[in-house]
């Protein structure tokens, strides 16, 4: 089943600062407005028209996630 949500201020997160890196999911705002992650099975490249599952939101935890395309580690830390 293919879910399409609005999601409030998303924001892609990448594997690293570069703007070529891979993308590993999205950010967006809850309803008392901080950040969760939307965190994809397999990461991306930059086409965001492609299909993805989102295998977990991430809410109020911080925890490292290994890029499934290069292996870099990112830590991803809630506002």
Known sequence: MIR????RDPK???CSS???AHILGLTVKNGSGKR???L????IGDDVGEEVDVIA???GLVMDVRCSVCGK???WRPD
């Open 40 to 43: 994809y099975r397999n990461a």
């Open 73 to 75: 580690v990112r830590t």
């Open 18 to 20: 570069n703007e070529g």
């Open 36 to 38: 969760e992650l939307l």
């Open 57 to 59: 939101v991430v809410v």
């Open 4 to 7: 399409r949500l609005m999601l």
């Open 12 to 14: 892609v997160w990448r």
